[in-house]
């Protein structure tokens, strides 16, 4: 089962962070344009996206500070036992937030090296909302900090972030998950814009992650679940 989110061309693309949508547009050559219904002999797309405004992508902490960290140098296995759960953000002040007692009532005594979030309400808005000024749901501090004491490694969730839009550069989230204030998790993932479809129970799966390869700080990335049979 697919749980990214596309990117295609236009407003129609789920997007974040204040920029246009993304472009997947025929090149051309001296006016002619590139594409079959045009008379050329190929179709000759040029796209132009941001991987952490336009869709499903994989991050790692090269995101959030200035040594470079490359995800396609950081993420080399695919597979991985992961949980998906399933969390109604709550209201704390003018925000709504997830607490370490949500993911702890959720996660329990299971070991997982991917947490999969899908958060309420669930419809399939969320692969085409425009999230930018909307300040969405994100995890708390402590919420991470039970994630990285549980030992996961790959954090997926269904929002922009899991940090708050607007929150002064702090990236709390981020810069917890991946311990930038002490020995780096230079193996930890974010994959941030994911879509579990209510058709998915929670639950144990295989995570197959796979990412576009980019050297980058993120990559457009699918990450698909197997149901492990029982
Ligand atoms: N939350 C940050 C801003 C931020 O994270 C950000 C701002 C512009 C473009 C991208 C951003 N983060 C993206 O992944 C802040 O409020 O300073």
């Known amino acids: ?31 002619d344009i590139v594409s079959v219904s045009e008379g050329a002999s190929v179709n000759f797309n040029t796209i132009t996206f941001n991987p952490h405004s336009h869709g ?25 036992l992961a949980e998906v759960i399933t969390v109604a ?52 501090q402590d919420a991470i900090e039970y994630l990285v004491k549980k030992g996961v490694k790959h954090l997926l969730i269904d929002q922009p972030s899991v940090d708050r839009e607007r929150d002064e550069g702090e990236l709390r989230s981020h810069h917890t998950f991946w311990n930038t204030k002490g020995t780096i998790r230079k193996n930890a993932t974010i994959t941030e814009f994911i879509y579990v479809s209510n058709k998915i129970d929670d639950g144990c799966y295989m995570l197959n992650l796979q990412i ?13 679940l197997y149901k492990i049979m029982d």
């Not at 995101?63 to 597979?79: D, G, T, W, Y």
């Not at 576009?212 to 698909?224: G, L, Q, R, V, Y």
């Open 212 to 224: 576009a390869p980019f050297e980058n700080d993120a990559t457009p990335s699918k990450p698909i």
């Open 89 to 140: 953000p709550e209201k704390s002040n003018e925000d709504f937030v997830i607490s370490a007692k949500q993911l702890r009532f959720a996660i329990g005594n299971k070991l997982r090296e991917a947490i999969v979030i899908r958060t309420i309400p669930n419809q399939k808005d969320k692969k085409t909302k425009q999230y930018s000024n909307t300040n969405w749901p994100y995890l708390t």
């Open 1 to 31: 089962m697919d749980i990214s989110i596309p990117i295609r061309h236009g407003e129609k693309n789920v997007n974040a962070w204040y920029i246009g949508p993304p472009k997947i547009e025929p090149e051309q050559f001296d006016g």
């Open 56 to 80: 499903t992508h994989t991050e790692t902490v090269g995101h959030v500070v200035a040594e470079k960290h490359s995800i396609n140098k950081a993420l080399k296995q695919f597979f991985f």
